[in-house]
């Protein structure tokens, strides 16, 4: 009878158990080093990063378990951790007793959660990953011989595996340079374009490649092709060396043994290929006629072939590319238009411009002629509708030419090391009449996974956010780079005005950690770093301030939205020397202030030139600079330091003051800005006017300028990204809207409307010469502007990687009629590091939320059509308004009162009463209270989940 009565409630328990569990979704989204389940990481103790996900709300983790396995053994087991941790965890971290990480092995590795309700464990959520190279073996870095080809070439090796046993796992490893393609037995291996740009003889990258199956066919006789292009590392400004390569291939097989094939002058021949010329400018010509047909595969017959010859290279470092997202093809693009200019002379119009490579089709059975060449001619612009192709850079080539071989025979060629930047593709010498199936456009750029987007009810911003993201990808080639066609160039400047932007639109982290190595990597003895990284002359070394700021600016917003400070304390010691490099660039004769300066507010709107020297912005660049410094000192328990950084900062600060604001003009000014808006917006942005107690005056003086450029910006690059900011954080979102939305000359808007999909390089769409490029994301920074101040999305001081948030809507609104202004509507989302954050307003529609299943009714407004007489008789919410906070998250939300006082609104939520007469309204899960304020009612210390706002004046 024991028996009989114990077993139901053994199965009661269990199921009790099982539910308790699967009521937490398993985490999403593992990581580790940021990257998706890589290969080859070579970082000893790597971090461990998932996402949560619950429909419930006011859910967080109260802990988790990671376990780390090498087949059937156990390398790690973290034990239950009683952490809210989410991202930053590292091997070995929490509890357990960890196994260092073997060179060359794989690994499974899992995670499961539990929340802090008592739920779980999750079921576990399992990812992998490999470790790097252990030694190169005998692997020797090779070329082609002397006076071969400088474009690459092609190499091969070929062996029989007939005598050993089943290969169980293949790995190769490989540094490709300048760029390399990779085949197994005729088969390309890989979907990467193009390749790293270092600085080379500090660092140069191998990329991994699991090939397994690559060798688990019946097929023991095997071949291992490797293509090579000049790249950076061979391009004319640059050119280290010829293109060369350092191969090695592992080969496991049951029961244990093992072979490794590496790069030598015995085992490896070499042609010259067909590939005649390659370059990052110039572009590419392919020869059909010298293919070699069949060279990647085993048996074919390379009797006429060289053996390579060892080069001297020797980088310092050979680091592992899985921590760093590769370049890949991401969007494929048919023609919208094609026309002829000319006898023989075809354009064709992609409607898009892009950073990328172009296919070419030519079907079987043309009337083809040997040597006779296709040519491809890539540009931006063309001479007016249906016009000539314009290609206007006198630096850059871009072309792409394929040598015909008499045969007929159909081919699609696609350059193989180089791109463009490019709208129009202009073809000549194509047999016969090319169609819309001749040409398709690739665009490509670093595999940063697109998290985030924001839409409106203006059209026109819509197509400048497609314009900012369209630039901002285009400009990530491994480096984020200024344009795709003239430059192509790290440029600093660039890239810290555009970080944010880039922060909340993709998922940057893993790139972001690299392009700081680089910039360590590029500094000079004395501790100074270049505009451009990699550094080969291109600009300036030392860098202008502003330029030079992206190796604190960049690590803090890392610290800021992914809470790493891995990043600071890997490279502390290179900011440290970066610092005591601007110390010694000041002037005493200016109050020790920082008047070195190179382009400072670069490209503000004419008459003035694209040169802005500005003391103002680089004195502000030194004590935001300095800032980051204490804060970074601070962090990694170094109080000498930061009582150093602060008593500097206090210093600029103070004669910051003394020398740029004028008491009888109340305005700063340094006689060298040619921008009172960038001058005074830099005052409100670094807390030199408040700390002067003249921030109203200087805010006045801002709104004054903007007034008199008739709500027109007459800022740069710099300028722009601190205007925005000084108005938004000051109540006035109108003003600094305006300069975005105004449809007239200079705005971002002008761009777009007239014909932009990427942002320009400057304001009015040429710079003072005729070589300015339309594909520029230096003027990109509103992007993540209208994330945080349209749609509302801030992270609030004192709190990291959206643990906190706020979300503070930027309604426009008339306070007599309580109706929205110049914009009716905003919705954005992000995938942050810790989950899913989203925020979307609509003022007006037609939602009545008594009763109805919001969910049901997706047709009307933001949140559907419902019935409720008395506030159908009012017309419907004045505003609705949607948030999702991440799970472990917590946030303030304010719902703007649109001019009506507090006492005289309701606020509903998810059909539920939660503010009415003055009060809130108690009972609603997820919000915990509410108060009244000026102009919005604050739900403060709302718990995780998604909620929906209407307010009812």
């Not at 390379?302 to 470092?317: G, L, R, Y």
């Not at 699609?412 to 709208?423: D, E, L, N, Q, V």
Request: glycine residues 10%; hydrophobic residues 35%.
């Amino acid at each position: 009878l024991g028996k009989n009565t114990m077993l139901p409630l053994v199965l009661v328990l269990f199921f009790v158990g099982s539910f308790s569990a699967s009521s937490l979704d398993p985490p999403r989204r593992l990581r580790l080093e940021y990257m998706d389940s890589p290969l080859g990481v070579d970082v000893a103790v790597p971090r461990f990063g998932w996402t949560l996900f619950s429909s419930n709300r006011s859910v967080a983790q109260n802990s988790y378990r990671i376990v780390v396995s090498q087949g059937s053994s156990q390398v790690w087991d973290s034990g239950r951790v009683h952490s809210s941790q989410t991202s930053q965890v590292f091997y070995g971290g929490g509890g357990g007793n960890a196994k260092a990480l073997e060179p060359e092995t794989d690994y499974e590795w899992s995670v499961q959660w539990w929340d802090s309700a008592g739920n779980g464990p999750s079921a576990a959520a399992t990812s992998s990953f490999s470790t790097g190279v252990g030694t190169w073996s005998n692997a020797q870095f090779v070329s082609g011989p002397k006076g071969s080809n400088e474009g690459g070439g092609q190499f091969r090796t070929q062996f029989d595996l007939s005598a050993d046993k089943p290969v169980t796992r293949a790995t190769i490893y490989l540094v490709g340079l300048g760029y390399y393609k990779l085949y197994i037995d005729g088969n390309k291996i890989g979907d990467h374009e193009l390749g790293p740009f270092t600085t080379f003889k500090q660092r140069v990258l191998y990329s991994t490649h699991d090939v397994t199956s690559s060798f688990t066919t019946m097929d023991t006789k095997h071949c291992v092709g490797v293509m090579l292009g000049r790249g950076w590392f061979a391009q004319d400004s640059v050119h280290v060396g010829k293109p060369q390569m350092l191969f090695k291939l592992v080969l496991e097989f049951k029961g244990g043994n093992s072979k490794t094939v590496v790069s030598d002058t015995t085992n490896w021949k070499v042609a010259e290929g067909p590939i005649a010329k390659n370059g990052i400018y110039w572009g590419e010509v392919y020869d059909m006629a010298q293919a070699n047909p069949g060279w990647a595969t085993y048996g074919y017959d390379d009797s006429n072939w060289m053996p390579p010859v060892t080069t001297a290279f020797q980088p310092k470092h050979i680091s592992s590319h899985a921590v760093i997202p590769p370049i890949k093809v991401h969007r494929t693009y048919s023609p919208v238009d094609m026309w002829e200019t000319d006898p023989g002379v075809y354009v064709f119009d992609f409607g898009q411009n892009m950073a990328g490579i172009t296919s070419l089709y030519l079907p079987d059975g043309l009337n083809t002629v040997a040597g006779q060449n296709i040519t491809l001619l890539h540009a931006e612009l063309i001479f007016g509708p249906h016009g000539k192709i314009q290609h206007h850079f006198k630096n850059t080539k871009e072309l792409a030419v394929l040598v015909m071989d008499g045969s007929g025979q159909g081919i699609t060629y696609t350059p193989y090391f180089t791109y463009m930047g490019y709208r129009y593709v202009q073809i000549t010498g194509y047999p016969g009449v090319p169609d819309y199936d001749t040409l398709t456009a690739h665009f490509v750029h670093t595999s940063m996974e697109e998290i985030g987007d924001i839409s409106f009810s203006d059209p026109m911003l819509d197509q400048v956010q497609h314009a900012t993201r369209f630039a901002a990808l285009s400009n990530n080639q491994n480096i984020p780079t200024d344009c795709p066609q003239r430059e192509r160039r790290g440029w600093l400047g660039d890239a810290q005005l555009s970080c944010e932007t880039n922060i909340h639109n993709f998922d940057a982290a893993a790139a972001y950690t690299y392009f700081v190595q680089t910039i360590e990597d590029a500094q000079n003895k004395e501790g100074q770093v270049p505009d451009c990284t990699p550094w080969y002359g291109h600009g300036h070394e030392p860098a202008d301030p502003a330029w030079g700021a992206a190796f604190t600016f960049i690590p803090y917003w890392m610290w800021q939205n992914y809470n790493d400070s891995t990043v600071i304390k890997k490279h502390y010691g290179h900011l440290k020397l970066h610092m005591e490099s601007l110390i010694n660039e000041t002037d005493p004769k200016h109050r020790n202030l920082l008047y070195f300066s190179l382009y400072g507010d670069w490209c503000p709107p004419p008459p003035h030139g694209c040169d802005q020297k500005s003391a103002i912005v680089s004195s502000f660049m030194y004590y935001t600079e300095l800032r980051h410094m204490n804060l970074f000192a601070r962090m990694l328990n170094k109080p000498k330091d930061a009582a150093r950084w602060k008593a500097l900062a206090d210093e600029v600060e103070t004669n910051f003051n003394k020398q740029f604001y004028d008491p009888n003009t109340h305005e700063y000014a340094d006689g060298m800005l040619n921008s009172k808006q960038t001058a005074q917006a830099m005052a409100l942005e670094g807390g030199f006017a408040a700390a002067a107690k003249v921030e109203p005056e200087i805010l006045t003086a801002l709104v004054g300028d903007v007034g008199a450029h008739h709500g027109h910006t007459s800022s740069g690059i710099v300028g722009i990204k601190y205007s925005l900011p000084a108005l938004a954080k000051r109540g006035l979102i109108a003003e600094a809207l305006q300069m975005i939305q105004v449809r007239s000359y200079p705005s971002y808007v002008y761009m777009v409307a007239n014909g932009a999909t990427t942002l320009w390089e400057s304001w009015q769409g040429t710079r003072y010469h005729a070589y300015s490029s339309r594909n520029h994301i230096m003027f990109g920074s509103q992007s993540a502007w209208q994330y945080q101040y349209l749609a509302g999305i801030q992270l609030p001081p004192g709190k990291l990687a959206w643990e906190g948030i706020t979300f503070s809507p930027g309604v426009v609104y008339d306070s007599g009629s309580h109706q929205c202004v110049n914009l009716t509507g905003v919705s954005a989302s992000m995938m942050t590091i810790v989950g899913q954050v989203s925020a979307s307003w609509e003022c007006g529609g037609n939602s009545c939320p008594t009763g109805t299943n919001l969910a049901a009714t997706p047709q009307g407004g933001m949140f559907g059509n419902c019935e409720g007489e008395e506030d159908k008789k009012k017309g419907g919410a004045n505003l609705q308004y949607s948030v999702t906070i991440p799970v472990g998250s917590v946030a303030d939300v304010l719902v703007p009162l649109l001019g009506f006082k507090s006492a005289d609104v309701k606020v509903m939520e998810g059909g539920k009463t939660v503010w009415q007469n003055g009060k809130y309204v108690s009972g609603d899960a997820g919000l915990k209270g509410a108060v009244a304020l000026s102009n919005a009612i604050l739900f403060h210390n709302v718990g995780s989940g998604t909620y929906q706002f209407q307010m009812f004046g």
